[in-house]
């Protein structure tokens, strides 16, 4: 499985635009980057997936370029809700490939009024 | 929207003692899992289970966790013999699909404390 680097954390204010970039230098062909959000004491929720350029869902937007060797998770106009955990993970889309998921420290994102 | 439930939300137990730990997944998902997680640590796989199997465990699951589907509707981890270091918050999660790029819904987790 690629390794993930991401920042351990960040700081932000309500209304700003927050981007959380990921780096997976030893992505492989067949692997997706799939972003999950986890509140204190609460299990990971599925924020959004992709493969390569530009997705966009009604939460984020992530933004993956030609080389696939890093994400960026962007979270627009963020509020103080939006202060979790934000996991980046990179998983093999194979019939032979368990749902295991592997999940890193994550970003710790506070975001201050 | 369907949601994973998880009971019971805290339970406290002697070292020692056996738990059974209960989730309903969302009823028309295939495959279910266990994860857990120790206070300020990251999310870690314990077992993935389809079709009244285990598919893939990690080394966390030893002899002293099992799995069981008991009817249609539950999925429960059951710990033996329950040690200090099982201490952590357990969530279930289950997905339509197998894959791991298959969207996993998690329930809201049952905290465990081992005294």
């Known amino acids: 499985l690629a390794k993930t680097t991401q920042p351990i954390s960040m700081d932000s204010y309500e209304g700003q635009e927050v981007n959380i970039t990921c780096s997976h230098n030893n992505i492989a062909t067949n692997d997706y980057i799939t972003w999950y959000q986890q509140f204190p004491s609460q299990g990971p929720r599925f924020i959004i997936q992709g493969y390569k350029t530009k997705v966009t869902n009604e939460v984020a937007s992530l933004f993956i370029p030609a080389d696939r060797k890093s994400s960026t998770l962007s979270l627009p106009r963020v509020s103080l809700s939006d202060t979790a955990v934000y996991y980046c993970l990179v998983q093999p889309h194979g019939s032979s490939n368990t749902g295991k998921l592997i999940f890193g420290q994550g970003t710790t994102l506070q975001v201050k009024p | 929207e369907p949601e994973v439930t998880q009971t019971p939300s805290h339970q406290v137990t002697q070292m020692g003692q056996e738990v059974i730990l209960r989730c309903v997944p969302i009823?028309?998902?295939?495959?279910f899992y266990w994860y857990r997680q120790i206070l300020g640590q990251k999310v870690e796989f314990l077992v993935s289970f389809y079709n009244n199997e285990i598919s893939e465990k990690s080394e966390i699951f030893d002899d002293q966790f099992s799995v069981e589907r008991p009817d249609g509707s539950n999925f429960t981890l059951k710990i033996r013999s329950t040690k200090l270091e099982d201490s952590a918050m357990y969530f279930c999660a289950s997905s339509e699909g197998g894959r791991a790029t298959e969207t996993q819904y998690f329930g809201p987790g049952t905290r465990l404390l081992v005294l």
């Open positions: 009823s028309n998902h295939l495959y």
